[in-house]
């Protein structure tokens, strides 16, 4: 991930979020087959799919706004969300849109954070965000200084 780069995972409605042993997060994985409909909605809003690793599918492009699929071999698949700190309001729309479909939530897993999936709240994440610092004032972000 660049520091200009927001992450969040993609996490469903009512699921429980956990740490691990190692400090990281235990996130929840999807059905495969839940997913390929809210897949769909992606086709057009964001840059065709192409593929990252051979069970690692990406929409958008590699240094914007993307949605990661992360499959495994239980035909089960994560989620994962990367936003650029100077996301469009259509990156943000098909974003929400497509969480909103899979009537799921936004996780930060920086903050611990649980977002819904409007663009105010994510534009709001994103605005407070390290990404978002560091795209106001690389210099201020480097140096340590807060900015805002």
Excluded: H
Aim: a negative charge; proline letters at 5%.
């Amino acid at each position: 991930m660049a520091v200009w780069q927001y992450d969040l995972f993609v996490v469903g409605e009512g699921k429980t979020l956990l740490l691990s042993m190692d400090g990281g997060w235990d996130l929840p994985q999807f059905p495969t087959a839940s997913t390929l409909s809210a897949q769909r909605t992606l086709v057009g809003s964001l840059d065709d799919p192409w593929l990252m690793g051979d069970d690692w599918v990406v929409f958008g492009s590699e240094n914007s706004t993307r949605i990661d699929f992360i499959f495994n071999e239980a035909d089960e698949v994560e989620i994962r969300v990367r936003l650029n700190a100077s996301a469009s309001e259509a990156d943000l729309n098909a974003v929400c849109t497509f969480v909103c479909e899979l009537s799921s939530r936004l996780f930060d897993p920086a903050t611990g954070t649980v977002l819904q999936p409007d663009c105010s709240s994510v534009a709001t994440a994103l605005a407070k965000s390290p990404a978002a610092m560091f795209a106001r004032s690389p210099q201020s972000f480097l140096s340590g200084e807060q900015t805002n």
